[in-house]
């Protein structure tokens, strides 16, 4: 069983920034597809940002030009830089890893944007 442990939420002004980790518990951390999701209150859980084993990348149009997602296989570790942040990116964010057969969530990390 591969554990997720995320970090780096918080409270945050409208305009600021914020970092997400996730590291990993497995030593194949580079085989894996990686991806950011959150989820709002009442909201269903979506995808942020993803990143693939071999280091391709999408982003939702809503956070496209402001959240760069990055990976750093000999730490295994996932992250998230979000800039220009929005009261509308309030959420709880999950970091996710999968390979064929394999799907691991991490706890979540609350982000909350607001003056």
């Known amino acids: 069983q591969v554990q997720l442990v995320e970090s780096g939420g918080g409270l945050v002004q409208p305009g600021g920034s914020l970092r997400l980790s996730c590291t990993a518990s497995?030593?194949?951390?580079?085989?894996?597809?990686t991806g950011w999701y959150r989820q709002a209150p009442g909201l269903q859980r979506e995808l942020v940002a993803r990143i693939a084993s071999g280091g391709s990348t999408n982003y939702a149009d809503s956070v496209k030009g402001r959240f760069t997602i990055s990976r750093d296989n000999a730490k295994n570790a996932l992250y998230l830089q979000m800039n220009s942040l929005k009261p509308e990116d309030t959420a709880v964010y999950y970091c996710?890893?999968?390979?064929?057969?394999?799907?691991?969530w991490g706890q979540g990390t609350q982000v909350a944007v607001s003056s």
């Open positions: 996710r890893i999968t390979r064929p057969g394999y799907d691991y």
């Open positions: 497995t030593r194949i951390f580079s085989l894996y597809d």
